[in-house]
């Protein structure tokens, strides 16, 4: 069996689907590669967005041989031979090192000197962002480029091609969700297609989900109505109507949407639309995420449900949510000013509230500024009652 997304790999950058912010004609990345003057990068992104490929076609079009390695096998003393068969040439290699963020810090030490002599072009492929799993001085050697997930239409409109090419056909419905469920990594949707063809034509939803149950989406998908079913949801929750936040929950999880990304959007709900007038729904919702991280579907449909209920039957406040918008905003409209001289550093005009039973009445702004209105619902009347005592005494 062909397999399709080795024989449609792109081999050019035109062909390459989802990096136009990377590789339009005036982009910065793609300005160097055609002027070859590429210095070591490291490619970001989720899996199955084209790094490989985009390293890969590089390599052809710096005419520079290709040695591909991963990082949770490379071998320093392997690195070394090939560099050394390369001391004399006039074109250096081109090192792709797939899952870099792998990389102990002892091996990105020895990398250092390789990187700094030029010895090799040396690109990283990580699904992680550098700036947390790199060291810096291997980021300050190399340029950081991030791809993103293909989209959506883009996605819909590869595969349509391929359909074409390859003479399959397929029910729209199953096309639909062989493109969300396959949540922008190509690689997937094509496996997804390649295994599902030899079973039935025309293949069906049916066919796709005995494969592949849950979509394997890290956020929501671009398809309307699972964007339509997740608001829904936090607008039944927001509503306090619980039999139709369960209903929406059911629609997602019966759907294929990931749990985690539902109990992300529930987690954002806690706070934004809950908040202090009762604050253990955002540690009820934490634990949620942590769980369904874990223990995935089906019984991850429990923990989920358990946080909507309580969620749905909690008293509800955007206090939090309003308050640090409008601190943004007049941030942004000028209101910036100096921090009064006796809060900064070990400052000894600063007054210890400790010092004070607890509260002293002293200045924090250098200009009065004021964000929050309490709504005294729920817990946030408790809340604002002691700060009330605390601060009139």
């Not at 690109?123 to 001085?137: E, K, R, W």
């Not at 992300?264 to 706070?271: C, E, P, V």
């Not at 500024?369 to 005592?389: A, D, M, N, R, S």
Request: overall charge positive; aromatic content about 8%; hydrophobic content about 40%.
């Amino acid at each position: 069996m062909v397999n399709l997304a080795l024989k449609y790999r792109p081999k050019t950058l035109e062909n390459i689907i989802g990096q136009r912010h990377l590789l339009r004609p005036s982009a910065v990345l793609r300005t160097l590669i055609n002027k070859d003057a590429l210095s070591h990068t490291f490619l970001y992104g989720p899996t199955g967005c084209g790094k490989t490929t985009l390293a890969r076609v590089i390599a052809d079009i710096l005419a520079r041989p290709f040695y591909e390695m991963n990082a949770t096998t490379l071998k320093i003393e392997d690195l070394r031979k090939i560099l050394k068969s390369y001391t004399h040439a006039l074109q250096k290699p081109l090192i792709f090192i797939d899952e870099i963020h792998r990389l102990s810090k002892n091996q990105q030490e020895v990398l250092l000197p390789f990187m700094e002599n030029d010895d090799a072009l040396i690109i990283g492929a990580s699904t992680q962002n550098p700036y947390f799993s790199l060291t810096s001085a291997m980021r300050s050697r190399a340029h950081l480029f991030e791809l993103q997930s293909v989209s959506h239409k883009e996605l819909k409109a590869y595969v349509e091609k391929i359909l074409l090419l390859e003479n399959l056909h397929i029910e729209e419905d199953a096309k639909e969700y062989l493109v969300f469920s396959s949540a922008g990594d190509v690689r997937a949707m094509l496996n997804l297609l390649q295994s599902a063809s030899v079973i039935h034509s025309p293949i069906t939803l049916d066919t796709l989900k005995q494969i592949r149950p849950h979509a394997m989406l890290t956020g929501s998908s671009e398809s309307e109505s699972h964007y339509d079913l997740t608001s829904a949801m936090i607008k039944s929750i927001r509503g306090s109507d619980i039999d139709a936040s369960i209903y929406y929950l059911a629609r997602l999880i019966d759907g294929g949407e990931p749990a985690p990304f539902i109990a992300r959007r529930l987690a954002i709900l806690a706070s934004e639309d809950i908040g202090n007038a009762n604050p253990p729904a955002l540690n009820l919702a934490s634990s949620t995420l942590n769980i369904v991280k874990h223990i995935g579907y089906p019984e991850a449909r429990i923990s989920l449900s358990q946080l909507v209920i309580y969620l749905a039957s909690s008293p509800k406040s955007n206090t939090a949510y309003l308050a640090i918008n409008k601190a943004l905003t007049a941030i942004k409209e000028g209101e910036v000013h100096p921090v009064p001289s006796y809060l900064k550093g070990n400052a000894k005009a600063y007054l210890y509230p400790h010092d004070f039973q607890g509260w002293v009445k002293q200045r924090y702004l250098h200009t009065p500024l004021f964000f929050y209105q309490t709504q005294q619902i729920g817990f946030e009347k408790t809340l604002w009652q002691w700060h009330e005592k605390i601060t009139t005494r």
